[in-house]
């Protein structure tokens, strides 16, 4: 099992070095460096900078020295001190930038995730239970409509909803008062009030989704002979659907269930921006557009971390879910 | 033969699937009892309702199955229970405590994500009221039982840890674990390979002799039967056509679809160039069960006019019964 994971996690950290090369490529990519970039804003700014000072920008930042110097220069300062670098757009450290933006992505992603499994699991084993009764069809009804709305259209819909009838600001995540305020119990409620809009919109269609897809799992297992022979045993019908056929159906789920990982950062940029929300997915995409290179390798660097640690995850959550899959591991 | 002697009595028994294209009448009418203790042998082609028939029992036939008819009656110590008809209580209380199952596929029919011990262990606590270290114990106990070797390091294995003929066997251990008074086993050795097979089928007799349960033991292969069955039931297209004691109907059978099945397989000693008779004809499709007697298309004594007209019903032959027109006259002229 360790022999397995150490292994594993060599390869993590080789992709991982892989990516960091590819986001520095990125990074430096654009013509110009950082301080050309720097004096040019100083001049658009009117206040040019002298020879001496420009002399003194490039020795600070190093951009004289060579490329694998400077990345080592870039990568240890990723790895010891959190330093993402400069965003030229913003004028702020990336990491304050990114920093501000995961917690409420991270709130938004897991609240609508939960939204999701505590309504999809339910109703997709229902639906698969009573396959093709009527309220399967009801449901499959209803799933395909969420399936079928683009996000964008609900997010407006919503808005429209509610200023038409409400008179409530649901853009964003703060009413205008709290913008700015420190956190306190008003300022959670207000959060509250807005929060259930991109939730409810971000959940729809994941969760039309996960019903489907739990419908379908669970009917590849119901009629299983296993699920005979609980039957048989004379456990209650319930009690023998969670435990046997239920368990079994949730092994994609749990080898998958680490790729949300990413999106906890970087997901529902299109909600996001319709509905003016301060996570990452808008930040990416003003980085991209004003070849914000730090911000967008930064953005590179993190998603991928992600990526490849919510690949782990997965196999570390399907093992322990599936004995089969452990003593694989245990094995190899 | 006393009657008090009956364990299982099935009467009329008819289990049909509703499709969408028609209804197909896998069990159409079948009688069988079931005696305590002995081992009663279901034989007949693959298709011809056996495995509908066995689930009908615990009524786990899935949808779109449904018994549409008849008794089961299961004589236990404390009276009579009728199964077709019986509520969920009572059926959950049947189920492996008075009759346990063991299917065709070991592999597909325990869970593989649950060890063998604690799917013996969930078995015995559903039905006694035992703590979970005295059922732990009655798992190896019954893991030594059925001779599968260090049971104390096996009761924590998962199936797929385990070989065909060892889950076969964890398989009837989790059966026989609370001790029911039958066991029905519904192709347990098909799908193991010819030794393992053996050594399943003399395990089931020993376990019969130690623990006095009765076996119902359905399998298409005659000599499977040959080999176990105190008592033979030959079911032909959902009907049962011959039921006596099986000696004698692997000997001597009456009905001409026990005639010609014994004739198509390969017998113990024959010599093996000897020519096997095929059945003729084929299987008619589900949808349309021929009218009168469901064998005629394919008899070769069948009596125009009759065969195709009038459903034999069972005639008492000698101390079998056979459901076939030919036997029809002897009932009439018995006094
Ligand atoms: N789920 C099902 N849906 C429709 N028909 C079925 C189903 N299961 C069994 N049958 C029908 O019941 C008949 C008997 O099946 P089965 O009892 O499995 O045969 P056996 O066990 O004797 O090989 C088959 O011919 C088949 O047409
Ligand atoms: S009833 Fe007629 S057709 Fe059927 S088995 Fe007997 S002789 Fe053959
Ligand atoms: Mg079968």
Redesign the pocket.
């Known amino acids: 099992m360790l022999g397995y994971f150490g292994r594993r996690l060599l390869y993590v950290v080789v992709t991982l070095w892989a990516i960091s090369i590819a986001a520095f490529v990125i990074i430096n990519l654009p013509p110009g460096d950082y301080v050309s970039t720097l004096i040019a804003n100083a001049q658009a700014g009117g206040e040019g900078l002298t020879p001496a000072e420009i002399v003194n920008l490039r020795l600070r930042y190093g951009l004289d020295d060579p490329i694998f110097v400077q990345y080592w220069r870039w990568i240890t300062a990723i790895l010891l001190h959190g330093d993402f670098g400069q965003s030229f757009a913003w004028n702020q450290p990336v990491a304050t930038l990114i920093g501000e933006r995961v917690a409420l992505s991270a709130i938004l992603s897991i609240s609508s995730l939960l939204m999701v499994w505590a309504i999809a699991f339910p109703i997709g084993i229902y639906s698969a239970v009573k396959q093709y009764s009527w309220g399967d069809y009801g449901f499959s009804f209803l799933g395909f409509i969420g399936m079928a709305v683009p996000e964008f259209m609900l997010a407006l819909v919503l808005m429209y909803i509610g200023f038409r009838f409400f008179g409530a600001s649901v853009g964003g995540l703060f009413s205008p008062e709290f913008q700015d305020a420190a956190w306190n119990l008003g300022k959670v409620l207000d959060l509250m009030g807005h929060l259930w809009v991109p939730i409810l919109v971000i959940g729809v269609s994941g969760t039309a989704g996960m019903i489907r897809v739990t419908r379908a799992n669970l009917l590849d297992e119901l009629y299983r002979p296993y699920v005979h022979t609980a039957r048989a045993k004379g456990l209650p019908e319930w009690k023998l659907l969670l435990k046997y056929p239920v368990r079994m159906s949730l092994s994609p789920f749990f080898s998958t269930v680490g790729w949300l990982l990413p999106g906890l950062i970087g997901g529902e940029t299109i909600v996001s921006v319709v509905m003016s929300l301060p996570t990452g997915g808008p930040l990416l995409l003003s980085g991209v557009m004003s070849q914000d290179m730090y911000l967008v390798g930064s953005f590179i660097m993190i998603l991928s971390t992600l990526t490849v640690v919510g690949t782990v995850v997965s196999d570390l959550a399907l093992a322990w879910w599936d004995p089969r899959i452990r003593k694989r591991y245990k094995r190899e | 033969m006393p009657e008090d002697d009956v364990l299982l009595e099935i009467e009329d028994l008819r289990t049909h699937f509703l499709l969408d294209d028609g209804v197909v009448c896998a069990v159409d009418g079948v009688d069988l009892r079931v005696r305590k203790g002995e081992t009663l042998a279901i034989v007949g082609e693959s298709g011809c309702g056996k495995s509908v028939m066995a689930r009908s029992i615990l009524r786990l036939v899935d949808p779109p199955g449904q018994i549409e008819g008849g008794r089961i009656t299961l004589h236990r110590e404390d009276g009579p229970v009728e199964l077709v008809g019986a509520d969920k209580r009572l059926l959950r209380q049947v189920r492996w405590r008075d009759i346990a199952m063991v299917f065709q596929e070991p592999m597909a029919s325990l869970s593989l994500v649950h060890t063998i011990g604690s799917q013996i262990v969930e078995a015995v606590r559903l039905h006694e009221n035992v703590g979970k270290a005295e059922a732990r114990e009655r798992a190896i106990d019954m893991l030594d039982r059925v001779g599968i070797p260090k049971p104390r390091r096996r009761v924590d294995a998962y199936p797929f840890e385990l070989s065909g003929g060892m889950r076969q066997r964890a398989m009837i251990a989790m059966a026989l674990s609370c001790r029911p008074s039958l066991l029905i086993a519904d192709e347990p050795t098909t799908a193991l390979d010819v030794t393992t097979q053996a050594q399943i089928l003399e395990l089931l007799r020993d376990l019969q002799a130690e623990f006095g349960m009765a076996i119902m033991m359905i399998t298409h292969d005659l000599g499977v039967a040959a080999q176990v069955a105190d008592r033979m039931a030959v079911m032909y297209l959902g009907r049962v056509?011959e039921y006596g004691a099986a000696e004698q109907v692997l000997s001597a059978p009456r009905?001409?679809?026990a005639q010609a099945l014994l004739r198509s397989m390969p017998r113990l000693g024959r010599a093996s160039r000897t020519r096997l008779a095929a059945i003729k004809g084929m299987v008619p499709p589900p949808f349309a069960r021929p009218a009168?007697?469901?064998?005629?298309p394919r008899?070769?004594?069948?009596?125009t006019g009759?065969?195709d007209t009038v459903t034999?019903s069972r005639i008492p032959v000698g101390d079998r019964e056979v459901?076939?027109?030919?036997y029809d006259d002897e009932q009439e002229e018995r006094p």
């Open positions: 056509v009905h001409p679809y009168g007697c469901t064998f005629h008899c070769d004594s069948a009596m009759r065969c034999p459901s076939c027109l030919l």
